[in-house]
């Protein structure tokens, strides 16, 4: 092409993707720069600036696949090989693992209960006998170190929603045999749709301004809070990482075995899918190596071919061991490189913002000897709505030392469909609703919508359908036998 300055068209071959690319980047980095600027204290100010280092390249791979298009290819995801997800009962079942004392067990705490209207973190809603999601994980390591002899420490990732409340909570088990850590994931600006600018204009700014950028960013705090060389002076050399949500996520010493043996630096359980868990992510094979794909990177003519149980027949619990060495490296050689998920939103004040976010699964690609685990579905027993908790609270289940198990009184391995409605949704409502929790050993699928309550000892056997039309209520009498019945209107019992 001629450089003439007389022939200024051949200016527009330039690449204008890449260079609106280079245009937003140096615009983020002059704000980003101004806001650290702000800050007066020198500590306060090297944290602040690091964790917008951080920020700053994942805007840039965010720029460099918005301006590629790196959509994935399709044709090249290929179901993983079967060395490559390998079935729990084939591991062998152990009473005891030498490798206990080397453990940490990590909980992903960053969630709020706004779904079911609740204020503060989840994982203070209570699920079981007057017990949160918190009591019943440090009474399982309390009760795991108490019998082994050993010391497992519980570490909680919190986001700047929940660190407060969770610091005051846990202080109420200080007189505990149990060693409570905790660390917070990085505060990122929330980014202007329309400017690519960041939104908030002062380091403080209104809680509003920042978000906590997903659980892929658990390397780079562990990393940046000192938690992992601390950890790794103590002699610890794995992490289990989960959910907080999720009560099937107990320590298997199994698995831990598995990983030691197998060499392995990253393990990640999955479990068949069910026509409930079409959206969890999934293990593929890409390129020859295994990868973790998550549907908001499906492009949108995939959806329904990701969704399908032929395809995909495995999906992430999000119970993950890693190996903390394994971590220190990939974080300190920059090699992280976590697919980027952006999360559009829009304000109260109704400006539309992006979020740049990532997930701890998708590190699996870099990791030496990683692989799935095909683990049973009682290990992934996440509570995320109310229809959960209706199972988790029911006679279904039986609690042992923190850890609930299926009772084995249930004749069949599936777990009852649960569909509450909207008069269900919040916790105060939910709990309002049943004088105690109905006896559900031979439900298969319940639904129920409008303004419905139940008495005491309600036993729900087979399908059951409760519908109480607008401006009708239902309440079921105490001590009632529903058996493959649908209820409706005016508490008119019909055979189903």
């Not at 990732?157 to 200080?174: C, G, H, L, P, W």
């Not at 045999?177 to 002062?202: G, M």
């Not at 401006?471 to 009632?480: K, N, V």
């Amino acid at each position: 092409m001629s450089s003439n300055p007389h022939h200024p068209h051949t200016l527009s071959t330039l690449d204008f993707q890449g260079a609106s690319s280079a245009a937003a980047a140096n615009a983020m980095r002059t704000e980003l720069n101004r806001l650290i600027a702000q800050v007066k204290d020198e500590e306060e100010r090297k944290l602040f600036q690091n964790e917008m280092g951080n920020f700053f390249l994942l805007f840039n791979r965010y720029l460099a696949e918005k301006s590629k298009g790196t959509k994935i290819n399709w044709d090249k995801v290929k179901s993983p090989p079967e060395d490559q997800v390998v079935p729990y009962d084939s591991i062998p079942k152990v009473k005891s693992s030498p490798h206990l004392n080397k453990l940490a067990v990590l909980k992903l705490n960053g969630g709020l209960g706004t779904t079911m209207g609740c204020v503060g973190p989840k994982s203070a809603i209570e699920v079981r006998d007057g017990m949160t999601f918190l009591d019943l994980s440090v009474r399982q390591i309390e009760y795991l170190n108490k019998a082994k002899n050993v010391n497992v420490p519980f570490i909680l990732m919190n986001s700047f929603n929940t660190d407060d409340e969770t610091k005051r909570i846990v202080q109420k088990y200080a007189t505990h045999n149990i060693e409570i850590l905790t660390f917070n994931q990085s505060r990122y600006p929330r980014i202007n749709k329309d400017s690519l600018l960041p939104t908030p204009r002062h380091p403080n700014s209104d809680i509003a301004d920042w978000y906590p950028p997903g659980h892929g960013d658990l390397f780079d705090s562990l990393n940046n809070s000192g938690l992992l060389d601390q950890l790794i002076a103590d002699g610890k050399e794995y992490v289990f990482v989960s959910n907080v949500d999720n009560l099937g996520a107990t320590v298997d010493e199994g698995i831990l075995n598995h990983m030691v043996e197998s060499g392995a630096e990253f393990l990640m359980e999955v479990t068949d899918k069910t026509r409930a868990d079409i959206k969890g992510g999934t293990l593929i094979d890409y390129e020859g190596q295994i990868r973790l794909l998550e549907i908001a990177q499906v492009p949108s003519e995939h959806v329904e071919d990701f969704k399908s149980i032929k395809k995909f027949k495995i999906f992430n619990t999000n119970n993950l061991w890693v190996n903390l060495k394994a971590i220190k490296r990939v974080v300190e050689d920059r090699e992280l490189s976590l697919e980027v998920i952006v999360n559009n939103k829009t304000t109260a004040s109704g400006e539309k913002v992006i979020q740049l976010e990532t997930a701890v699964g998708a590190g699996i690609k870099h990791f030496h000897n990683a692989h799935g685990v095909n683990v049973p579905r009682s290990r992934f027993l996440p509570v995320k709505s109310t229809s959960d908790l209706f199972l988790v609270t029911s006679d279904l289940y039986s609690l042992i030392h923190g850890e609930l198990s299926i009772n084995p009184k249930r004749m069949f391995n599936t777990v009852p469909l649960v569909k509450l409605g909207d008069h269900f949704k919040k916790v105060n409502g939910f709990m309002s609703r049943f004088k105690n929790s109905p006896h559900i050993l031979e439900l298969d699928h319940l639904t129920v919508t409008g303004d419905v309550t139940f008495g005491a000892d309600v036993v729900l056997k087979g399908t059951v359908i409760i519908v109480a039309n607008a401006g009708s209520h239902i309440d079921i009498p105490s001590g009632s036998i529903l058996e493959n019945k649908v209820v409706s209107g005016n508490l008119h019992i019909l055979d189903h």
